[in-house]
């Protein structure tokens, strides 16, 4: 016997929900921790609803480490590599979409293998030309080996070459240049990428750890995924004032989320329908 359909359709959104409800409790309970009382965060089975607002662990928070200047920090040094890989990124990935060359697809090839090599191997080389130019510790040490990624080059080629070839063939019978080209019809009709682009930079520069870690020497030019280790000691662990940092850390890059969500689903699922 099968049941009704608005029953079925019933169970599936219940099914979603405790999904859902699952999969955020973790994020809910670390924002929630943040005005529940040391003894209320150390229970077991843990506590969800703080019994009252407390405010201790945010002013401990402030306390311990300058966390306004490491969220400035990762502001800066996020905003700028993002702006970085949409220059670069947008303007390799329009050569190899719309420029002609010889031995064009093999140089996509190997741009693209650029991929397959891990972080950890271009480090050390990274980090010893960065000390050579006297970097370390500043704001150009952490932006610079980030400001080309190949995969955003192959992101916005893909995109690029969605759009109508209609296009390119009336803009060059028109006397349009590639330049004027680029500015004036592929960058308004490929926001959707570019935006997708942005949120993914902008997010994976902001959670970035290793690499500031090595780099700066001084609480002025730490970032906020450092900032949060700081409030761990060796003797123990106040769990309370951990969660109230990690939420600090977490609500600018969810905020990004949410305002950016609408073009970050337009442009990953760009091309999945035709027509």
Same mark, same amino acid.
């Given at each position: #016997?099968?049941?009704?359909?608005p !029953?079925?359709?019933?169970?599936?959104?219940?099914?979603?929900?405790? #999904?859902?409800?699952?999969?955020? &409790?973790p +994020?809910?309970?670390?924002?929630?921790?943040v005005?529940?009382t040391?003894? @209320?965060?150390?229970q077991?089975?843990?506590?969800?609803?703080? =019994? =009252?607002?407390?405010?201790g662990? *945010?002013?401990?928070?402030i306390d311990?480490?300058?966390v306004?200047?490491?969220?400035?920090?990762s502001?800066?040094v =996020?905003?700028?590599v /993002?702006?970085?890989q949409?220059?670069?990124a947008? !303007?390799a990935a329009y050569?190899?979409?719309?420029?002609?060359?010889?031995?064009k697809?093999i140089w996509?090839?190997?741009?693209l293998?650029t991929? #397959?090599?891990?972080w950890?191997?271009? #480090?050390?080389p990274?980090f010893?030309?960065?000390?050579?130019?006297n970097?370390?510790?500043t704001y150009?040490?952490?932006?610079f080996?980030?400001?080309?990624?190949?995969f955003?080059?192959f992101? *916005?080629r893909?995109?690029?070459?969605?759009?109508?070839?209609?296009l390119? @063939?009336?803009?060059? /019978?028109?006397?349009c240049?590639?330049?004027? &080209?680029f500015?004036?019809?592929?960058?308004?009709?490929?926001?959707?990428?570019?935006?997708?682009?942005?949120?993914y930079v902008?997010?994976?520069t902001w959670? /970035?750890?290793?690499?500031?870690?090595l780099?700066?020497?001084?609480?002025?030019m730490?970032?906020?995924?450092?900032?949060v280790? /700081?409030?761990?000691?060796?003797?123990f662990?106040?769990?309370?004032?951990?969660?109230?940092?990690v939420a600090?850390?977490?609500?600018?890059?969810? +905020?990004?989320?949410?305002?950016g969500?609408k073009?970050?689903?337009r442009?990953?699922?760009?091309?999945?329908?035709k027509?």
């Amino acid at each position: #016997m099968t049941l009704p359909l608005p !029953l079925r359709k019933s169970a599936v959104y219940l099914l979603l929900c405790l #999904m859902a409800l699952f999969i955020l &409790y973790p +994020l809910l309970y670390t924002f929630l921790s943040v005005f529940m009382t040391p003894e @209320e965060t150390n229970q077991f089975p843990p506590k969800l609803l703080p =019994s =009252s607002l407390y405010l201790g662990s *945010l002013e401990a928070v402030i306390d311990l480490i300058p966390v306004g200047r490491f969220i400035l920090n990762s502001f800066l040094v =996020s905003g700028l590599v /993002m702006i970085g890989q949409l220059i670069t990124a947008s !303007l390799a990935a329009y050569a190899f979409a719309f420029i002609s060359f010889r031995g064009k697809a093999i140089w996509f090839a190997v741009f693209l293998s650029t991929m #397959m090599i891990p972080w950890e191997v271009t #480090m050390i080389p990274n980090f010893l030309l960065i000390k050579s130019w006297n970097w370390l510790d500043t704001y150009p040490g952490l932006v610079f080996p980030f400001l080309a990624s190949a995969f955003g080059v192959f992101l *916005l080629r893909q995109f690029y070459l969605q759009l109508p070839k209609e296009l390119f @063939e009336a803009a060059k /019978m028109d006397g349009c240049g590639h330049l004027r &080209y680029f500015a004036n019809i592929v960058l308004p009709l490929s926001r959707p990428g570019l935006a997708t682009l942005a949120v993914y930079v902008f997010l994976n520069t902001w959670n /970035m750890y290793l690499w500031p870690l090595l780099i700066t020497n001084t609480a002025e030019m730490r970032t906020v995924q450092i900032g949060v280790s /700081m409030l761990q000691f060796e003797e123990f662990t106040a769990w309370n004032i951990v969660l109230s940092g990690v939420a600090l850390v977490l609500l600018p890059s969810l +905020l990004l989320i949410v305002l950016g969500l609408k073009q970050l689903v337009r442009g990953l699922t760009a091309g999945a329908v035709k027509g």
